[in-house]
């Protein structure tokens, strides 16, 4: 089965880019100072999310149906809201590529559209994305796509069959979890939100490195 990315009826897209607004207008103390209690918040908001602890992930590489190329690696300093769709997965994966459609495009009604990319990696990519920082592909091995989401699968403590939406922040490691299909895509907008407000952890200066030793 080819999994096609989803286009949301017009309406159903203006619902939601209103509604994702109205919350980043109405919800500052969550959605622009959450601070390191974003992880414990959002899940207290939404129960497909699953707060990790963050994690290294291996610099996974692909290749689009044009012939470009493209690694984790190199969207370091961008928040990846990452996802896979084989095609043995079926209808649960449709269902979140379609929640992951409307996340989409409510986000890029805001200003966030410039930091964020959604990945979709496929057995074979061969649907082009409805939005421009949305790619679809295929690992540049794609026999190793079983593997790859295992890797990033087995951070989770949840016994769950659903497929994954895995987020990265800005330094490229991995943070959060959303579980299926059931998640609300403004949920996921608040979240993606927050770690775009969080501050990259800075290497230690010279000064800071000379200080620490007496301490």
């Given at each position: 089965m080819t999994?096609?990315?989803?286009?949301?009826?017009?309406?159903?897209?203006?619902?939601?880019?209103?509604?994702?607004?109205?919350?980043?207008?109405?919800?500052?103390?969550?959605?622009?100072?959450?601070?390191?209690?974003?992880?414990?918040?959002?899940?207290?908001?939404?129960?497909?999310?699953?707060?990790?602890?963050?994690?290294?992930?291996?610099?996974?590489?692909?290749?689009a149906p044009d012939g470009a190329t493209g690694s984790l690696e190199a969207l370091t300093g961008k928040i990846t809201v990452l996802s896979f769709a084989p095609d043995a997965c079926g209808s649960p994966c449709e269902a979140q590529q379609e929640q992951l459609g409307k996340t989409l495009s409510a986000l890029n009604a805001s200003a966030m559209r410039e930091m964020v990319v959604f990945v979709t990696l496929r057995d074979t990519a061969s649907a082009a994305p409805a939005e421009p920082n949305w790619t679809s592909a295929q690992l540049s091995d794609a026999e190793r796509l079983g593997d790859t989401v295992d890797a990033f699968a087995s951070v989770s403590v949840r016994k769950e069959e659903a497929p994954m939406v895995h987020l990265l922040n800005r330094e490229g490691a991995q943070v959060g979890i959303f579980h299926g299909a059931d998640f609300k895509p403004t949920n996921l907008v608040l979240y993606i939100n927050g770690l775009t407000h969080q501050r990259p952890h800075a290497e230690p200066g010279f000064w800071q490195r000379i200080t620490g030793w007496f301490q």
């Amino acid at each position: 089965m080819t999994l096609r990315f989803p286009s949301p009826p017009r309406f159903a897209s203006l619902a939601v880019r209103i509604y994702a607004v109205i919350l980043l207008t109405v919800t500052p103390a969550f959605a622009n100072h959450p601070g390191e209690n974003l992880n414990q918040a959002m899940a207290d908001k939404e129960a497909a999310f699953e707060p990790i602890t963050a994690q290294e992930v291996p610099d996974v590489k692909w290749v689009a149906p044009d012939g470009a190329t493209g690694s984790l690696e190199a969207l370091t300093g961008k928040i990846t809201v990452l996802s896979f769709a084989p095609d043995a997965c079926g209808s649960p994966c449709e269902a979140q590529q379609e929640q992951l459609g409307k996340t989409l495009s409510a986000l890029n009604a805001s200003a966030m559209r410039e930091m964020v990319v959604f990945v979709t990696l496929r057995d074979t990519a061969s649907a082009a994305p409805a939005e421009p920082n949305w790619t679809s592909a295929q690992l540049s091995d794609a026999e190793r796509l079983g593997d790859t989401v295992d890797a990033f699968a087995s951070v989770s403590v949840r016994k769950e069959e659903a497929p994954m939406v895995h987020l990265l922040n800005r330094e490229g490691a991995q943070v959060g979890i959303f579980h299926g299909a059931d998640f609300k895509p403004t949920n996921l907008v608040l979240y993606i939100n927050g770690l775009t407000h969080q501050r990259p952890h800075a290497e230690p200066g010279f000064w800071q490195r000379i200080t620490g030793w007496f301490q």
